[in-house]
């Protein structure tokens, strides 16, 4: 399959749409269907059909395993971390309404950052299942 | 018309289901899993579900068989697909089933507003997570917001499995190694 | 109505099938298959649950007043995520088992099982 042009060249031509299908997803959830699980496997989905095409060695200089690692573990962090500051700003763990002056605006801060650690977590997750799975033999 | 299109949707779903059943061939009863990952996806648009069509397209028939094709080439392509205790799977199966069936006749019909599912903690969500919450979209509010406390549990277990994953699958490797020294 | 029940009686019918698969296929590849197709009426059963006459997707705007159940959508979304997680466990165990085992049919399992005993 790695060497048939068409499928090289139209894959080449879908990734970055689908990349930035991702983001869009990721970042406009709030006014649009998506958020961080859907973008996190769309952005994934992108990264892995590269792998598919190219092999895994090419992907690896784009994502590697050890960045997917750490990016896993940081974005799940981020989640409980935005918790942890809205304990600190004196209400309960994960009540947005503290994290700025408005609450209606904190709410928008703190779906923001929840839905990036879910995002992060979620692509990371997955390529690295993806990267365990075509590194055995 | 919609009623339409959901029966006709969900038959050509159920049938997709049959059809894995008799498969012989690995691979294609793997690409049928695939086809119906995206069929269900379809019927969640008609179900007005976009934000779970979104994610069971991409993970049901994108991730999910990638990484069956890839377990499968891992395994050997020479699987036998046999089965075994044909009747009384059959039996239980249809016990089961038929149970479940007449369980449905107590249940409200599909779309009606006045169901009991309607009219608790969905109503709340409906109408105040506008002035609530302030975004338009309710699944991203309930999702990250109402129920923040229940996502960061899931996104705990995503990230659990990848360990495990991990866990299974590299100490093996390094297993080879030693046994090589 | 005929479609009253319908999307109820599609759901059990592919966990019947789902369910059917597990137990009557030896081969514990197509055991994760089925356990899909399983989960994936589950999934079927709580978007009809949401439904609602009328509804659009509920995504707040001025030209609609009534929404479809926003709960069940977050349940089965993250659930979707979760399921492909465990998924890949799973897959994983059966390909460890298939390099101990060499096969991955469950009676010839069992069958080398008994002859180291």
């Known amino acids: 399959m790695k060497n048939n042009p068409v499928i090289k060249q139209t894959s080449f031509l879908l990734i970055p749409v689908i990349l930035l299908f991702g983001l869009y997803v990721q970042f406009h959830g709030d006014y649009s269907p998506g958020g961080g699980f859907q973008a996190g496997v769309i952005f994934a989905s992108g990264l892995i059909l590269y792998a598919l095409i190219e092999g895994q060695a090419k992907a690896e200089q784009v994502f590697s395993m050890r960045l997917a690692r750490i990016l896993s573990a940081s974005g799940l962090l981020l989640y409980a971390g935005i918790g942890v500051a809205s304990m600190f700003l004196g209400a309960n763990f994960l009540d947005y309404n503290v994290l700025a002056d408005d609450p209606l605006q904190g709410q928008h801060w703190g779906i923001f950052w929840v839905e990036l650690g879910v995002g992060l977590t979620v692509t990371s997750v997955m390529l690295s299942i993806f990267y365990a799975f075509t590194n055995f033999k | ?28 009863v793997i690409m049928l899993g695939s086809i119906y990952s995206l069929l269900s996806a379809v019927i969640f648009v008609v179900l007005d579900a976009v934000d779970v069509a979104f994610t069971e397209a991409a993970v049901g028939a994108g991730i999910s068989s990638v990484l069956f094709l890839s377990a499968f080439a891992v395994t050997g392509k020479r699987q036998v697909l046999k089965q075994k205790n044909k009747l009384i799977a059959f039996v239980t199966v249809s016990l089961t089933a038929a149970a479940l069936i007449y369980a449905t006749s107590d249940m409200p019909y599909v779309g009606d507003p006045n169901a009991p599912v309607q009219t608790h903690v969905a109503a709340r969500y409906i109408e105040q997570s506008g002035s609530e919450v302030g975004i338009p979209n309710m699944v991203t509010a309930v999702l990250a917001s109402y129920r923040g406390f229940d996502t960061l549990g899931e996104v705990a277990v995503v990230f659990t499995a990848m360990i495990a994953v991990l866990l299974l699958l590299l100490r093996r490797e390094e297993e080879e190694l030693d046994r090589e020294k | 109505m005929l479609s009253g029940l319908y999307n109820y ?40 649950m949401g439904k609602v006459d009328g509804g659009t997707a509920p995504i707040l705007s001025e030209a609609y007043t009534a929404y479809s159940n926003p709960l069940p959508h977050v349940l089965i979304l993250t659930a979707i995520v979760v399921s492909v997680a465990t998924t890949a466990v799973g897959l994983a165990l059966i390909v460890s088992i298939n390099r101990r085992y060499k096969t991955l049919d469950e009676h010839e399992i069992e069958q080398q099982e008994l002859e180291q005993e």
Do not use: C, P
């Open chain 3, 9 to 48: 009686w599609i759901a059990i019918l592919l966990m019947a099938i789902g369910f059917y698969i597990v137990i009557a296929h030896s081969n514990l590849f197509t055991k994760m298959i089925g356990l899909n197709i399983f989960q994936t009426s589950v999934f079927i059963l709580f978007i009809s």
């Open chain 2, 1 to 28: 018309m919609e009623d339409i299109i959901i029966i006709f949707l969900l038959s050509l779903l159920a049938i997709t289901a049959i059809a894995i059943i008799f498969m012989r061939n690995m691979l294609s």
